[in-house]
């Protein structure tokens, strides 16, 4: 079956260091891949989109790439600060109108 | 601007009773989801919606039914509830376009089923 997947594993890091996340999708070719952030008890929002034909995108300190050889896609938090702890959730939008997300990676950078 | 508007904010429930909650879309949107939100867990997609039709349905127990309203605000019943629907339910809405819209999130409401 089609799926998208992250690492459940929480990602401690310290302050103004990089975060690397990763999405990995099985028995598709996602045309695109949307990131979300979710804090404790909020709804998600929003981050970033990246098409399959587009290498990287970014958004201030955000970064995002897509590998379609190793489907995969790695979202990057550079400089990390404390206000950057939170889920972040990589999802795809299936035809039909399904948004399904793969999971989450909780991060939490320390100060 | 106007964002996604979910109602109630918290719902507190006794097992076997029905519940409803009520979502309004962000202004032009056509389309809208349900999703359910386990501790620990990350959203699941329930239902969606677009232009008042039933366009996707996800693992939503047959206990629950939506719709969408002329107004395309959208509404959620469960009855015969149980412990295990206690969950946070969000809802989102979207201009369907092609695959590269994105969705916007209400900020769901809380259940508790006691």
């Known amino acids: 079956s089609q799926k998208i997947e992250q690492n459940s594993e929480a990602l401690n890091i310290q302050e103004g260091k990089t975060a690397t996340l990763t999405c990995n999708y099985t028995?598709?070719?996602?045309?695109?891949l949307q990131w979300y952030r979710q804090d404790p008890g909020r709804g998600p929002v929003f981050l970033l989109l990246i098409r399959e034909n587009e290498k990287e995108k970014r958004k201030e300190r955000l970064k995002v790439t897509f590998d379609t050889t190793l489907k995969q896609s790695l979202f990057h938090i550079t400089a990390s600060q404390p206000a950057d702890s939170a889920t972040y959730l990589c999802?795809?939008?299936?035809?039909?109108?399904?948004?399904?997300f793969g999971g989450g990676t909780r991060v939490l950078v320390k100060p | 601007a106007a964002g996604v508007i979910q109602s109630p904010r918290h719902l507190i429930k006794e097992k076997r009773e029905t519940a409803t909650l009520k979502c309004y879309p962000i202004?032009?949107?056509?389309?809208v989801y349900w999703y359910q939100q386990g501790p620990g867990q990350d959203p699941q997609f329930l239902i969606s919606f677009y232009e008042k039709m039933q366009s996707d349905k996800g693992s939503i127990p047959d206990r629950f039914s939506a719709q969408q309203f002329s107004d395309y605000h959208s509404e959620l019943n469960m009855s015969s509830l149980e412990l295990g629907d206690s969950a946070l339910y969000f809802c989102a809405s979207s201009l369907r376009g092609s695959l590269n819209t994105e969705a916007f999130f209400g900020q769901g409401t809380r259940l508790t089923v006691v």
């Open positions: 202004p032009r949107h056509d389309t």
């Open positions: 999802a795809r939008k299936a035809a039909g109108n399904k948004l399904t």
């Open positions: 028995n598709y070719s996602p045309a695109y």
